[in-house]
């Protein structure tokens, strides 16, 4: 990498300060990935590529959520 690039730059740079006190914010894809491990989806990130797959992985969640 070229040392003057930005990406290069922002990637060694060192930190200043202190980390938040507590447990981390959950994100959203935190969530995603807990529920698709729920339905028993393994590998999602790689079957999200495959778009017919993953339209029936989402038909099948919307099947899960319809029932009481």
């Known amino acids: ?3 003057t690039r ?5 990637f060694e740079r060192k930190l200043e300060g202190r980390r938040g006190r507590g447990r981390p914010r959950l994100r959203w894809i935190n969530n995603v ?3 698709l491990r729920k ?3 393994k ?7 495959n778009r017919e797959e993953w339209a029936s992985i989402i ?3 919307k099947a899960k959520l319809k029932e009481p």
Not at 43 to 49: D, I, K, N, Y
């Open 43 to 49: 590998q999602w990130r790689t079957e999200v590529l």
């Open 1 to 3: 990498m070229n040392e």
């Open 6 to 10: 930005c990406v290069k730059k922002i």
């Open 33 to 35: 990935g807990d529920n």
């Open 59 to 61: 038909r099948e969640a």
């Open 39 to 41: 339905l028993g989806v």
